[in-house]
């Protein structure tokens, strides 16, 4: 494991994205496994799960279990889903130090995926923020936007309405509020120009981004993002996951390959690329022939690489 100082968070969403858009459910112990090996990779955030209907999404059934476990690790930051109040009590009740809400900025894909509408949806956050202060645990809560910047089923989505939906989560409780591309609509110039607004609405409250490679944009949006200012960018390792409830959100940038993007360009990570590579034998042993992306993982390191911070590195 790296130890150094970070630059850019690499938050983890496979054992929560990626698993959940998978019809067969991995075996917890295999989960269990799985996230250890992430984190003895050096990765210092990890999406374990959701608390959600195991009738809805019966491959997050166990994702208490996940948590309790996941705890244990020192050093990491064990997040969980929650879409409502009752997943917050249920998360809360399992011990899970940090919530993520998705709160969707398109009409129809709130109605489709928790069958609120969005205003519905920012009062839900409101409710598990009055929850959350309530018990006096030092539990945090990070919302989400999905769609913002774009929807497959309601097609473009007004920006200035996605500010007005994350100004409206901070309003009522969330502590930080972040951007998703849940269909893999967005282009660098958007991502850019979304982040820039949301720094300036929301200070050091708005928080990091969500992106997908459906349309091989999600590299290139890393990139904006970062000029835009953000420090935290989701993956998932061999690129699993994407929204059930969005037709054709397929594609999370793949961990490995963002992990190379990143220390290329000289930002710390903490992440062993060597050790995270291997981690993907665990997936495909809990599910066999399941698959997996990455270019990184194909091609191995370019010649001569070396990690953000082990030597002098010209700009």
């Not at 889903?81 to 129809?108: D, E, H």
């Not at 000029?227 to 059930?244: E, I, N, R, W």
Request: some cysteine; overall charge negative.
């Amino acid at each position: 494991m790296r130890t150094e100082e970070i630059d850019v968070l690499v938050s983890e969403v496979g054992p929560r994205d990626g698993l959940q858009s998978v019809d067969r459910t991995m075996p917890t112990e295999v989960k269990y496994r799985w996230i250890d090996a992430l984190a003895a990779a050096g990765l210092r955030e990890i999406e374990v799960g959701s608390f959600v209907s195991p009738k809805r999404l019966p491959q997050m059934a166990d994702t208490g279990e996940v948590v309790a476990h996941a705890r244990g690790i020192e050093g990491l930051n064990v997040l969980a889903l929650v879409p409502n109040l009752r997943g917050a009590q249920n998360a809360v009740a399992a011990g899970t130090p940090a919530l993520s809400m998705p709160i969707s900025a398109s009409r129809a894909h709130s109605l489709a995926n928790i069958g609120k509408t969005p205003e519905e949806a920012i009062q839900d956050v409101g409710r598990v923020a009055q929850f959350l202060a309530s018990t006096g645990e030092p539990v945090s809560l990070e919302v989400g936007i999905s769609t913002a910047f774009g929807c497959t089923m309601e097609g473009p989505i007004s920006e200035d309405w996605v500010l007005e939906v994350a100004v409206a989560c901070a309003e009522v409780g969330a502590g930080s509020v972040g951007l998703s591309d849940t269909t893999g609509s967005a282009n660098p110039a958007q991502v850019k120009r979304m982040f820039t607004r949301l720094h300036q609405e929301l200070g050091e409250r708005a928080g990091g981004a969500h992106l997908h490679n459906t349309r091989g944009q999600g590299l290139a949006n890393v990139v904006a993002a970062l000029d835009a200012g953000v420090t935290t960018l989701d993956s998932s390792q061999g690129g699993l996951g994407g929204c059930p409830y969005a037709p054709g959100a397929s594609g999370n940038i793949v961990t490995e390959d963002l992990v190379y993007l990143l220390e290329s360009m000289g930002l710390r990570t903490g992440v062993d690329l060597e050790a995270l590579i291997a981690a993907r034998d665990i997936i495909q042993e809990g599910l066999p022939g399941e698959p997996m992306y990455g270019h990184v993982p194909d091609a191995g390191v370019h010649n001569g690489f070396v990690y953000a911070g082990t030597q002098e590195v010209t700009r």
